[in-house]
């Protein structure tokens, strides 16, 4: 099954008709991962075993015609906890760690007959900007091999745009859903903070992680997103608020829409490739009936300064019970207590982790937490202002996902604070919470790039709505990448 040719609704219509099985779309899943594995490495565990017992299960009863999820294999970021299949953060410290039940968003899939079929790659801990920093492997380019997919959840992006699924989840905490959508040419969703529940998320930062969907259309991601969003009681930050049908929003009609660009995404530092791209799909806004004007969002600029306090600071708590004492890696030369603690998290944490725990450690130190995590709060309170100010008379804020289009494997991964950057566009939707989706607008030297869309709390649907009517309008979805070894 080559998933770059197919959708949801094709697929479905097959296994409705009785063309195709899921156990038959499980083998044909597997063997195109195993196809594509060498050259992408965007998995870290396939479950054969589990798909088809699960695609068993779908066989044994009519395919509900309303059920666009029945039988689908989908990816897995490996921060999800999925029972019986081994969830590491893509970290020595959780090598082996297998969970005893399932994610919220995972059982959400289960119950819509969703098939996990694997655990994809990512960032250690979902800390990074290009999948690099994982324990196990470097996940690729599918458009080109010499070049990062992006992160954190570049393996659960790369998945998708190589065709070895039809879609996957992720996690976006300052950028890693849209950035490697951005990156390889696919739909990416970040939806409200609390509109999906985080139960069953390893923690990075709480107040800023949230799980979203990775898709090569606007209308299969609007599908996934329905089936794993909705209140968790397990969850304190799980929204109660009802889920609106966001597929039904996807009626290409824009007219009326008023629509912001804010001109700090379209400042110094945004390369001119990627700019031009995306002033041509504001003029393919403009000419689907949208206003759209200029506004200003001014303590953006301070947007990455800040989340790095507050996510550095949050991971630092959150990580604390990696310790070697109650589950994950201990150390064989510890010989005593002390040994433990540091000998266990010195060996089993990369680089990038180690520098976020001390960083944010220090941020909440005594003499420091007022100078550094207190007034980072602060000016996240600025920027949350900043939205409310421009969504009293807009309904959606437009600009480039990313300044650049995927770099080469190796270039910045030395260099955090570079890295860092990436970030710059994404990150001030996670400091406020809001939706945020990218959708691919094009290439520049071969390369994807992508349009981001930034909504009010809550209204997926005006995303959604802006984000098929451009891909309606422009089919750069149909975009597909080659790369060793044959068209993808």
């Known amino acids: 099954m080559n998933y770059l040719y197919e959708d949801l609704q094709s697929i479905h219509a097959k296994l409705v008709a009785g063309d195709l099985t899921a156990s038959q779309l499980v083998t044909e899943t597997v063997a195109e991962i195993d196809k594509r594995e060498p050259q992408v490495d965007a998995f870290l565990a396939i479950d054969e075993a589990g798909a088809q017992a699960a695609a068993a299960k779908v066989d044994a009863q009519p395919i509900d015609a309303d059920n666009l999820l029945a039988g689908m294999p989908i990816g897995i970021k490996d921060n999800l906890l999925t029972d019986g299949l081994t969830t590491t953060a893509a970290s020595k410290m959780l090598e082996n760690f297998t969970p005893v039940f399932d994610a919220t968003v995972v059982e959400k899939l289960k119950a819509k007959d969703a098939i996990v079929i694997g655990k994809n790659n990512m960032d250690e801990f979902a800390m990074g900007s290009s999948t690099e920093t994982s324990a196990f492997k470097k996940t690729k380019n599918p458009w080109n091999l010499d070049k990062v997919p992006g992160g954190s959840s570049g393996g659960s992006a790369a998945a998708v745009a190589a065709g070895e699924v039809i879609a996957s989840l992720g996690t ?3 950028g890693s859903i849209r950035q490697p959508a951005a990156f390889n040419g696919i739909v990416g969703i970040k939806p409200t903070y609390g509109r999906v529940s985080r139960w069953g998320a390893i923690a990075f930062a709480s107040s800023l992680d949230q799980v979203g969907v990775f898709s090569r259309t606007v209308a299969d991601n609007a599908t996934v997103l329905q089936a794993i969003s909705g209140h968790d009681e397990k969850d304190s930050t799980s929204a109660d608020i009802s889920v609106p049908d966001f597929r039904a929003a996807l009626n290409g009609d ?21 700019k031009a791209q995306i002033e041509t799909a504001i003029e393919t806004l403009k000419s689907l009936g949208a206003t759209v004007d200029e506004v200003s969002l001014p303590n953006s600029k301070y947007a990455v300064q800040t989340y790095y306090i507050i996510a550095s600071s949050e991971a630092s708590s959150n990580l604390s019970r990696f310790d070697g004492i109650r589950y994950g890696y201990r150390s064989p030369e510890a010989k005593t207590l002390e040994d433990v603690y540091v000998k266990s998290r010195s060996e089993a944490f990369g680089d990038e982790v180690k520098r976020r725990i001390m960083l944010g450690t220090f941020a909440l130190s005594s003499g420091f937490y007022d100078a550094y995590f207190k007034k980072a709060g602060q000016v996240r309170t600025l920027i949350v202002r900043d939205f409310e100010k421009v969504f009293a ?8 996902t990313t300044p650049t289009t995927a770099f080469d494997l190796g270039r910045k991964v030395s260099d955090p604070v570079t890295m860092y950057m990436n970030d710059i566009l994404t990150i001030p939707a996670n400091m406020a919470g809001l939706p945020a989706m990218s959708v691919p607008a094009g290439l520049v030297d071969g390369m994807p790039v992508g349009l981001q869309i930034i909504g009010k709390a809550f209204d997926e649907e005006s995303v959604y709505r802006a984000g098929y009517a451009f891909e309606q309008a422009t089919q750069f979805n149909k975009n597909v990448p080659s790369f060793k070894g044959g068209k993808a």
């Not at 008023?258 to 995404?265: C, L, S």
């Not at 008379?393 to 480039?400: E, N, T």
């Open 172 to 174: 976006d905490t300052g």
């Open 254 to 274: 824009i007219k009326g829409m008023k629509i912001a660009v804010a001109k700090e995404y379209m400042a110094e530092g945004v390369e001119p490739g990627v």
């Open 393 to 400: 008379d807009y309904d959606l804020v437009v600009g480039p």
